[in-house]
């Protein structure tokens, strides 16, 4: 088992936001983590980050905890994406990605940011200020961020929120592209049920701090007798009687 | 520690800086108001004050001393506030970069930053009011090094206070160096300081530095133990600012605030 989540659990103050949940994610698979506002998607993203730690319970990568590697040496393998955490607004695109690539130790950096500032379409606006983009500008250099070290795990918070069909579809088409040419884990938080449909090899349903099911789309859907996954998630969010 | 991950982080403040003339004005701007302010105050008391009637500028170096002191911390302090203000907290804190390194890069940045501001302010003392900073000589280094130190120190106090409370302990960034002042005895000798207060100065380095600066301008004497005095007392400060530092970030983990700190 690649990521290994075992009884993970996180409690502000009495707030208990993750409740004991349990997971695993075999190597270059793309995970779903998907629930309700507020059920702990993101706090488990920020477990795993080694943003928040957790309360109890422990995240294994390659079966040896986290807080047993190196900071350096485990933050390398990750990164992350979410049109809710920004780059410096002040700075060009260019330079946030050369200050993002240095601080992760790329190699041959120029090359790497010129790649996959080709491969997101970002170069024609290389040299302008970050905060001077529109949202779908800056989700591209923010996915390119998260891509210019290669990770061995991507963690994408909504990626694809607030932008138009177009640019959402350029994003998933993206990733989508990109994970099966590079050999890439993917946690994948999202409310867009197509998304999730069409990027996940399967998914993971949370409510209240828990797992409340998990399985491949496909299997969900059938289980919970709906036409697709959006019904399906609806089923499960509304639902009190499996808590 | 990693110098190419230092360079990084400080490579990011040099380029806010650069990409902005305002920005770079507003460093230059502050300082050179102080000095005109503090030269023309200075230029009355060498007048009419018998403290002061033998030595000109006494009153202008501690004002540029100060000065340092002040910028060293204020620029540790808006490199951290930068950062939330820009929402890039959760990047730079799961970027693979130690927080030992993620002070030093900021702490070597804000010598720069502070020194853009203060050079041009110190260089227009000289043939305004004939007063140079550099009559302090050698020690002039050493007093210089314990000042960074301790504003350093501030700075990371105050950051440790943003990562605890959130960006609303920013008034307290702007605060923290005017609450000190006074017992720091800038422009006074602290034989002024009621006895209780002059207990709690002298567990200051400022009050070693200024005494010392004091010293040299008005009898040529340098007491290099009180400079080193002033230098160990602010390391030790230091080593406490890192602590309190580090113990803030863990609590921040705790509680999920690097997750979403922001505007």
């Known amino acids: 088992m690649f990521i290994e989540i075992k009884e993970l659990k996180k409690i502000y103050n009495k707030f208990c936001a993750v409740n004991n949940i349990n997971f ?27 943003l928040v730690s957790p309360t109890s319970g422990e995240i294994k990568i390659e079966n040896k905890n986290i807080n047993l590697f190196n900071r350096d040496e485990i933050l390398k393998r990750f990164n992350f994406a979410s049109p809710y955490v920004e780059l410096p607004k ?53 996915l390119a961020k998260s891509l210019i070290n290669k990770p061995e795990i991507l963690l994408l918070d909504e990626p ?7 640019i959402g579809d350029f994003i998933r088409s993206y990733i989508q592209d990109y994970k099966t040419k590079n050999k890439v884990t993917i946690l994948l938080a999202s409310h867009n049920m197509g998304e999730v449909e069409r990027l996940c090899d399967s998914v993971i349903m949370m409510r209240k701090g828990k797992i409340i099911d ?30 | 520690m990693n110098f190419n991950k230092i360079y990084a982080l400080g490579l990011r403040h040099l380029y806010l ?42 009153i202008l170096t501690a004002a540029i001393l ?15 506030l930068e950062e939330i203000w820009s929402r890039n907290f959760t990047n730079l804190f799961i970027a693979p970069i130690k927080i030992r390194e993620i002070i030093a890069a900021l702490t070597i940045t804000a010598i720069i930053r502070t020194l853009i501001g203060l050079v041009p302010a110190v260089l227009i003392a000289i043939p305004l009011f004939g007063v140079s900073v550099l009559k302090l000589g ?45 017992l720091g005895c800038i422009y006074y000798p602290i034989e002024i300081l009621p006895t209780s207060l002059q207990i709690i100065a002298k567990a200051l380095p400022l009050v070693h530095i200024f005494e010392e600066m004091r010293s040299i301008l008005m009898n040529n004497y340098v007491n290099y133990s009180n400079i080193f005095k002033s230098i160990t007392i602010s390391i030790v400060y230091f080593i406490f600012g ?22």
């Open chain 1, 214 to 243: 998990q399985g491949t789309c496909k299997e969900l859907i059938k289980k919970h007798g709906r036409n697709n996954l959006e019904e399906t998630f609806l089923k499960l969010a509304r639902s009190e009687d499996e808590l």
């Open chain 2, 17 to 58: 800086i650069m990409n902005s003339f305002p920005r770079v004005l507003d460093l230059i701007y502050w300082p050179t108001v102080q000095i005109f302010l503090w030269g023309f105050i200075s230029k009355f008391f060498t007048l009419n004050s018998e403290y002061y009637s033998n030595t000109v500028g006494i």
């Open chain 2, 138 to 182: 050698i020690p002039l280094i050493f007093l210089l090094l314990a000042l960074y130190l301790f504003g350093i120190t501030l700075g990371l106090l105050v950051t440790s206070g943003l990562l605890r409370y959130g960006p609303s302990f920013e008034n307290i960034a702007w605060a923290s160096l005017f609450f000190l002042a006074p």
């Open chain 2, 66 to 80: 100060y000065d340092f002191l002040f910028r060293a911390s204020i620029s540790f302090n808006m490199m951290f």
């Open chain 1, 90 to 142: 002040k700075l060009t695109v260019k330079q946030n990605l050369e200050i993002y690539g240095r601080l992760y130790g790329v190699k041959n950096l120029n090359k790497r940011i010129y790649e996959i500032s080709d491969d997101l379409n970002i170069k024609n606006f290389f040299y302008r200020k970050t905060g001077e983009l529109s949202s779908g500008q800056k989700n591209r250099v923010s």
């Open chain 1, 24 to 50: 695993q994610i075999d190597k270059n698979k793309t995970i779903g983590l998907l629930g309700p506002n507020g059920c702990g998607k993101t706090t488990t993203i920020g477990m795993m980050l080694g």
């Open chain 2, 242 to 263: 890192v602590i309190i530092f580090y113990i803030s970030y863990f609590g921040a983990k705790k509680r999920g605030t690097l997750m979403n700190m922001g505007e």
């Open chain 1, 160 to 166: 694809t929120a607030s932008l138009d069909p177009d």
